[in-house]
């Protein structure tokens, strides 16, 4: 199993401003992932970060708005840029510790005013 | 693309009722998942299948691979087991998830 944990765990922020979420892993991982999920919806995969290479980006996502870093097998950072209140969701990081067996960590939920 | 499909949406229930929750996919998967998430976000994977049945403690789980369809099973409910379930599924050689809608799980004492 894989123990992950988020920072912030919520943060209620301004339009306009920018805001980094972490993601630490207990042991190290190939794959990693960010999810977000908006108010009453399912989740939604933003990116898949890959240590030592760019991340991957899902359709409807891009890197000026959620530049996703991962700088070891252990940690990644994905920041959420000019925030509107739109992006009000949790955001989820998850990592693929196995074959088809993923770990999700404890959410982020952000609010933006 | 599959599309993964839970029901019900909404369910409340008395303490000790057996709960179901269905699970149903499009296109033939690698595995489903069983997850559940409480009301602060966080989500704990509670089951991963490929075949067949499992079960821990008062959870069960089952898949049906050619009807393409999983149920999840609580047993004696309890108001702590109150959290949206979720069903989730990749396929092939694709590690992506592609996940339901979630089924909100309200248990009354």
């Known amino acids: 199993s894989a123990v992950i944990s988020q920072k912030p765990s919520r943060d209620i922020c301004q339009r306009g401003t920018s805001l980094t979420i972490q993601c630490q892993v207990d042991?190290?991982?190939?794959?990693m992932f960010w999810y977000r999920q908006q108010p009453g919806q399912s989740l939604t995969l933003i990116a898949t970060a890959n240590q030592g290479s760019e991340a991957t980006y899902e359709s409807g996502f891009v890197i000026d708005k959620f530049p996703i870093s991962r700088p070891n097998l252990t940690f990644s950072t994905l920041t959420v840029s000019n925030m509107s209140p739109e992006d009000s969701s949790i955001y989820l990081c998850?990592?693929?510790?196995?074959?088809?067996?993923?770990?999700f960590g404890p959410g982020t939920r952000l609010t933006v005013l | 693309k599959n599309e993964v499909e839970q029901s019900p949406q909404n369910l409340t229930a008395q303490e000790g009722e057996f709960i179901t929750i269905n699970c149903s996919y499009s296109v033939g998967i690698s595995a489903l998942h069983w997850l559940q998430q409480h009301p602060g976000g966080g989500i704990v994977s509670l089951f991963m299948?490929?075949?067949g049945k499992k079960k821990h403690g008062r959870l069960i789980a089952t898949i049906n691979i050619q009807e393409k369809h999983s149920s999840l099973h609580i047993t004696a409910s309890h108001p702590r087991d109150s959290a949206a379930y979720i069903c989730a599924v990749s396929g092939g050689s694709n590690y992506k998830l592609t996940f339901g809608k979630g089924t909100l799980l309200t248990v009354n004492p």
């Open positions: 998850s990592v693929e510790a196995a074959r088809d067996t993923q770990y």
């Open positions: 042991s190290q991982v190939t794959m």
């Open positions: 299948l490929s075949s």
